[in-house]
Structures are given as structure tokens and as C-alpha cells.
């Protein structure tokens, strides 16, 4: 009861400074708490620990997340924190959890319980069990399985909207690349590697000088406490604001490319276990500790190269597959006639990229091509012709024009750096936003932390 009329006046008085598109938010929320403090009054209710905006993270909630956190830390036998710590990061945890579900859901974003079925078989097939064992497990440990089922629901929904906002608008340009393999390459390889734990102190994106001086010396006397003994999986644990808090800090082994460029120059200049320097970024203010250190130089990569061309007729209301199907084999029985594949390819393929050239795909690798046309592809012997193959494209007729061992090393490597780039500006990104939107949200602890 108490803790319905302190949110009520609460927001009765940030009523009196909200704009006009917060207003109506508010007001219904206002309303729910009117309600629930009718109900309150005849039963108990579970006590709130902290307000997000117009939601509440309550107790049971903590709670139930801080013990699953708590057995996760314990089976990784990882050392283990002061209590105080530990909740304070499970509570921030939540906080950033439910204010990207919040943002979700003004988004239009909804996960469907199919997604989250497929989501509990992925973690069930990762754990080599199946989806009985895994709900077996789960009530031995006493979790129970809606509210883990929830949990579920939300990562996947918050992996949506992460991918929506933040991984599909990052671009990674030619000219990144290049610069990035001539650096690896001045480094030591596009193979060199680090294993890292990190400790990231968040610094108010308008603060004052005289805050963030305070924040500065905070951060330069925790690196001293490091460099001195203080456990670095401990302090991050109590002091670290990243996402890897409650894994220790631990980054795990990230190529150079993978990494910024402050972390690479910090790494290179650290032996195994030594602390870094406070590093200065856009997302705050950050230590690492070199945990291993590993690869340089590059190695030739050779795969299987496939020369190969197809015809494709596509399905569609008007013509069947079993009617696409039939063309494509009397297609073929013309080739194997004597016909020429290319002249067939430009008369009656619709693949318009490839068509006019007589439908020639040029040399691929594998992963360069739908599976079920790359595994039917490879089955075939130089010139032999494929029965038609469906794919979600049409029917395809296919030939295999010819095969070859290539170093591929510089295609992989240019590829794995795109993707190292890609996840780098990815997370710089999240974390630049996860910081606005952590910004911008009424957050109000009502548990000591």
C-alpha cells in the first residue's frame, strides 16, 4: 500500500512538468496504481524495487533473476562477489532490459511464441538435451519454467530490435577493410588475437568538469587498486557499467580487427595479466587486463572453387513446381541432345542476372549459394547435367562447368575483417545508445543498492 501512494504522489508531481506526448502515458499508468492500491488494501502485493518510466521491476522479479544469475556464476565457478555488488548489477541489468522492452514495444515489435519455441530449442540443442530435459532441469533447480519462458521471450525480443536499430544500419565501407588488414598486417597478422577482460566506467554524456575529473580519479585509483592485487573479476563485478559486469568483465578472445583501436594500442604494450592504462572513449572510461595473447602472420587457405551455370524457371499461382519441374527436364533431354546449355540458359531462364550469360554463376565457394543448389552442385561430376532441383527461388536446372583448388586467403580475410568490423562499430553503436536511452529514463531505486 505504501509503496502505490509514494509512486502515486510521485507521479503526480511529474505530471506538472511532462509534454504532451508523455501526458496520456502517464495518466493511464497513474490509473492502474489508483486501482492497485484498492486491491492493496485487502492483500499483500509484491513490493516494488524499482521504477522504469511507467513500469515497476518488482521484488519477485529481483529476486528470481538474481538467484538464476547467482547458479549461473556458481556453475562457471567463478568467484564469487559481495552480495551488494552482484545485486546492484542484476538490478542494473533489468533496469537496461526493460527499458529496451519498453522501447520495443512503442516500436510495434512483437516476438511470436513460435521464435521463442525455436529460441528454447536452440539453448536446449546447445546444452546437447532436448526441450523434456531442459524443463526437467529447470524444476530441479527450482526456476520456474513461465518465468523462464518469459525471460526467453524478452532476450529475443530485445535481439530484434537490437538487430532492427543498431546491426542493419551499421555499414562497414571498402576502405575500413583495407586499412584495417594493412594495420593487422603492421600488428602481426589478420590472425593475432587477445584475450581480454575489460572494466567500463560510464561518464554522463553532458557532465561537468568537475564531474568528470571526479569520475577520472575514481577510475585512476581503481587501476592502481588492480595493478596492486585487487581481483579483476571482483571489481568488475562492484564497479564495471559494460554488459560483461556480471561475467567478470570477461571479453573472451577478440581479433585485432574485432577490437577498437584504443584496445588494440593499450593490448599490444601489456604482458599476460598486467592492467592497462585508463583508456578514454566515446562510451565512458575503460581498463583492460590482458589475459593471453595469441596468432600473428597470415596462412594460405585453399578451398574448392565450382565452376558452375544453371537454367532457373520460376514458380509461381500459374505454374506449379511439378509443372517447372517438367520443362526443366525436357530442357535437359536437350542438352543431353546435343543442344547448347548456354543458348537454352538465354531463351528460357528467368535468373535476369545470369541469363544473358547464358547462365553462367562463374567460380563459387562454398557458402556462396543456397544449400540445397550447393549441395545438389556438388554431387555432380565436370559437365554432368543435375535432375531439376527446387529451391525457395524456382527450379533449376545445373551443370558443372569445372572445379579448382584456390588460396582464397585474401577473399576469408576480407570477409572475416568485414564482419570483425561490423561487430565492432555494432557494439560502439548499442553501447552510445543503450547510454542515450539509460539517460533519458525515469529510474528510481526503491531497493538499497
Same mark, same amino acid.
Given at each position: ?123 536446449? $540443442? ?28 524478452? =532476450? ?7 538487430? $532492427? ?5 551499421? $555499414? ?54 588492480l595493478a596492486n592485487g585487487l ?69 594460405? =587457405? ?96 545445373? =551443370? ?17 575483417? $568485414? ?10 553503436r548499442y553501447e552510445q545508445w ?16
Open positions: 500500500m505504501n509503496d502505490s501512494i509514494f509512486i502515486f504522489n510521485k507521479i503526480v508531481n511529474q505530471i506538472l512538468h511532462l509534454g504532451r506526448r508523455q501526458l496520456s502515458r502517464r495518466l493511464v499508468f497513474l490509473g492502474m496504481l489508483m486501482l492497485g492500491s484498492q486491491a492493496a488494501l485487502s492483500s499483500d502485493i509484491d513490493r516494488i524495487v524499482v521504477i522504469v518510466n511507467d513500469d515497476v521491476i518488482t521484488e519477485n522479479e529481483f529476486i528470481s533473476q538474481y538467484n538464476m544469475i547467482k547458479k549461473r556464476l556458481r556453475l562457471a565457478r567463478q568467484q564469487s562477489s559481495p552480495e551488494a555488488a552482484l545485486k546492484k548489477q542484476v538490478l542494473e541489468r533489468l533496469v537496461i532490459d526493460r527499458i529496451q522492452l519498453q522501447y520495443a514495444e512503442r516500436s510495434g515489435i512483437k516476438v511470436s511464441s513460435s521464435k521463442v519455441d525455436a529460441a528454447i530449442k536452440q539453448i536446449a $540443442r546447445r546444452n546437447k538435451i532436448t526441450v523434456k530435459q531442459l524443463r526437467g532441469a529447470l524444476k530441479r533447480d527450482r526456476i520456474d519454467y513461465k518465468s523462464f519462458r518469459k525471460q526467453i521471450e524478452s =532476450q529475443v525480443t530485445i535481439g530484434q530490435l537490437v538487430e $532492427r536499430d543498431i546491426n542493419s544500419r551499421v $555499414r562497414v565501407s571498402k576502405s575500413e577493410i583495407d586499412n584495417a588488414l594493412l594495420g593487422v598486417k603492421k600488428k602481426g597478422g589478420a590472425n593475432l588475437e587477445f584475450d581480454l577482460s575489460h572494466i567500463q566506467i560510464s561518464m554522463p554524456k553532458s557532465a561537468a568538469a568537475d564531474v568528470m575529473e571526479a569520475v577520472k580519479q575514481r577510475a585512476e585509483s581503481l587501476r592502481d587498486r581481483d579483476f573479476a571482483k571489481a568488475a563485478l562492484e564497479y564495471s557499467q559494460g554488459k560483461e559486469a556480471l561475467e567478470g568483465g570477461h571479453l573472451g578472445w577478440k581479433r585485432a580487427v574485432e577490437l577498437p583501436p584504443r584496445f588494440v594500442a593499450a593490448a599490444e604494450n601489456l604482458k599476460v595479466n598486467q592492467i592497462s592504462r585508463v583508456i578514454r572513449s566515446a562510451g565512458g572510461l575503460h581498463i583492460l587486463k590482458l589475459n593471453g595473447r595469441r596468432g600473428g602472420g597470415s596462412k594460405v =587457405q585453399k578451398a574448392t572453387q565450382t565452376h558452375v551455370r544453371h537454367i532457373l524457371i520460376k514458380t509461381s499461382e500459374l505454374l506449379s513446381i511439378e509443372e517447372a519441374s517438367e520443362r526443366l527436364e525436357q530442357l535437359r533431354q536437350r542438352v543431353l541432345n546435343g543442344e547448347s546449355f548456354s543458348d537454352l540458359a538465354k531463351a528460357h531462364s528467368n535468373d535476369t542476372s545470369s541469363g544473358l550469360s547464358g547462365g553462367d554463376l562463374g567460380w563459387v565457394s562454398r557458402g556462396d549459394l543456397l544449400p540445397r543448389f550447393e549441395k545438389a552442385m556438388m554431387e555432380l561430376k565436370v559437365n554432368e547435367l543435375s535432375k531439376p532441383i527446387q529451391t525457395r527461388f524456382g527450379v533449376h536446372l545445373i =551443370q558443372v562447368l569445372g572445379r579448382r583448388k584456390q588460396d582464397v586467403s585474401t577473399k576469408m580475410a576480407r570477409g572475416e575483417v $568485414r564482419k570483425q568490423i561490423h561487430q565492432r562499430k555494432a557494439r560502439e543503450i547510454r542515450q536511452l539509460r539517460d533519458e529514463a525515469y529510474v528510481e531505486y526503491r531497493l538499497e543498492r
